[in-house]
């Protein structure tokens, strides 16, 4: 069975005026372990099937299913439980808590849990923050250090549940190049090492170019997809 699994799902808003369909019958499944990127233009779709992957929103039609768990189907407190035991989320704005420091952003993930013991937090997160090249930096606030910086610290709170997937939508927007690359290589890095997917909306062919799948998504529908050879 694929880890991630969407059958003939379509998306549906209504904008009060008119209904917008962002997806249209789209069907694709992932495995375990992957590194993926959804790219087209905006309003291709891509940020609507991040948010269907990642429990935030529902499908009109057809079936989400993530590691054998029919996202649809969830009411909202069992929606919350799965993206906290299951998701880390990267976004291109970073979304630090500004009056938390570096150490207390990766640690709130764990805090919410509820139910990781102090000593094992510590050491998850001082682990994540070294790799991730922000050990030394662990008592700044965000506004004391750079952007890459912070989508560092944003992988490390992403990656601190252990989670089995990690979506990021956009999150090299924001970087400037040298900062971009040390981010997706950090990303990379943690794919191989922990077996974390990857799922990725972006524009910056830099993703793409690390991914081993591409999918490419025009007015809702994927029209292409690329699978390429890692050896």
Known sequence: MSFIKLEDVTKAYDTGE????????VGLEIEQQTFVSFIGPSGSGKTTLLNLIGCLD?????????????????NRAEAATFRS???????QNFNLIPVLTVYENVEYPLLMLRRVP????QGRILTLLEKVGMLDQ????????????????????ALVTNPPIVL???????LDHASAFKVISIMHEM??????????????PKIVGEAEIVYTLEDGLIVNRVFKDQT
């Open 18 to 25: 008119a209904q917008v369909t962002a997806l249209k019958g």
């Open 58 to 74: 529902k499908p009109t039609t057809g079936n989400v299913v993530v590691n054998g768990v029919n996202i649809g189907a969830l």
């Open 85 to 91: 035991s299951t998701l880390g989320f990267i976004f």
């Open 118 to 121: 102090a000593k094992e937090r």
């Open 138 to 157: 662990k008592d700044k606030y965000p506004n004391q250090i750079s952007g890459g910086q912070k989508q560092r610290v944003a992988v490390a709170r």
């Open 168 to 174: 990021a939508d956009e999150p090299t927007a924001n």
């Open 191 to 204: 794919q191989k090492e922990l077996g974390t997917a990857f799922i990725f909306s972006t524009h910056d």
